[in-house]
């Protein structure tokens, strides 16, 4: 996977992850949710899932990277 790639998939997972915190901590100052840590933990699950996948990808994959061979 591209670096770029990379870089982008991980900043989008971030916002979404942030929005998914503001959101949950307005709803919590209004009253409608027990508690913050549900509201922390799945976009938490979300990024280390999605980290998880990458590195995984990149272990099996057979080709080299950007950063993976002596510039020429």
Same mark, same amino acid.
């Given at each position: 996977? !591209?670096?770029?790639?990379?870089?982008l998939i991980?900043?989008? *997972?971030?916002? &979404?992850?942030?929005?998914?915190?503001?959101?949950g901590a307005? *709803?919590?100052?209004? &009253?409608?949710? !027990? &508690?913050? &840590?549900?509201?922390? *933990?799945?976009?938490l699950?979300? %990024?280390?899932?999605?980290l %998880?996948?990458?590195? *995984?990808?990149r272990a099996?994959?057979?080709?080299?990277?950007?950063?993976?061979?002596?510039?020429?």
């Open positions: 996977m !591209p670096l770029d790639r990379f870089v991980v900043v989008i *997972a971030l916002a &979404g992850a942030g929005l998914s915190v503001l959101l307005l *709803a919590l100052s209004a &009253g409608h949710l !027990p &508690g913050l &840590g549900l509201a922390v *933990a799945v976009p699950a979300l %990024v280390a899932y999605l %998880v996948r990458v590195i *995984a990808d099996r994959s057979d080709e080299g990277g950007r950063y993976d061979s002596p510039p020429r």
